[in-house]
């Protein structure tokens, strides 16, 4: 014979599952919660500044200790004394010249258009047209200030170049001549890189052609 259930025993059966089912959503509910920053939206709201200090602490952390690390590029090491033509390959047009106006520069060109470098490691202290249209570009560190006439520099002041570094192109801005002696003003013609440097520590100007050797 087949014995009925227990009525009491199902009653506190049902009891005991409840009250475990309740035990478990209350802890899933305070775990939900300690993951909170904040108790509601309100303080999110009213407290701007605390969360981003809070979310993006570590990540601040991390950026300024990178800056720190990281030497600025005006301090990054280079040395003054390195120098080298402008042109990875060039024609010498005209040797010394230019004493009459403090000069003791060559003209050397590459043809119209050709990549200009930088001849030093320094940084770029003027870029001007003088009176005569002549593009000028003025490159120094504590030992040789360069100075380059007639191309299209793609360079600013206050810019720091390498030894190397492409500064411009070759043309023939301002009083540029052709074989002959002819003005190339508005012409296809002239085109060159004059090119003067002074050695700070003898305080006058020296032959590049001597440095390029």
């Known amino acids: 014979m087949r014995r009925q259930p227990d009525i009491l ?3 506190a059966i049902c009891f005991f599952a409840f009250m475990i089912l309740n035990v478990l959503r209350d802890r899933g509910v305070e ?3 300690s993951t909170q920053p904040f108790e509601n939206s309100a303080d999110l709201q009213a407290q701007p500044d605390e969360v981003m200090k809070t979310a993006g602490q570590s990540e601040l952390l991390l950026l300024e200790k ?3 690390q990281q030497p600025p590029a005006a301090s990054l ?3 003054p004394e390195a120098i080298a033509p402008p042109y990875d390959h060039y024609t010498l047009t005209q040797g010394p010249h230019g004493q009459s106006y403090g000069h003791l520069a060559i003209d050397i060109s590459d043809g119209k258009g050709a990549v200009l470098k930088s001849p030093i490691n320094g940084v770029v202290t003027a870029l001007f047209t003088d009176d005569l249209g002549n593009t000028t570009l003025v490159i ?3 030992i040789y200030q360069v100075i380059m006439l007639h191309g299209l520099y793609t360079v600013s002041v206050g810019e720091q ?5 492409p500064i411009g192109k070759e043309s023939n801005q301002g009083n540029t001549v052709d074989a002959l002696g002819r003005s190339c003003r508005g012409r296809d ?3 060159h890189t004059h090119l003067n440097i002074f050695d700070k520590r003898l305080g006058a100007n020296v032959n590049p052609l ?4």
């Open 9 to 11: 025993s199902i009653v």
């Open 31 to 33: 775990r939900a919660v």
């Open 66 to 68: 990178a800056a720190t």
């Open 77 to 79: 090491s280079f040395d």
């Open 140 to 142: 120094e560190n504590e």
């Open 161 to 165: 170049v390498a030894l190397g570094q």
């Open 189 to 191: 013609c002239g085109y």
């Open 210 to 213: 001597e440095l390029f050797q």
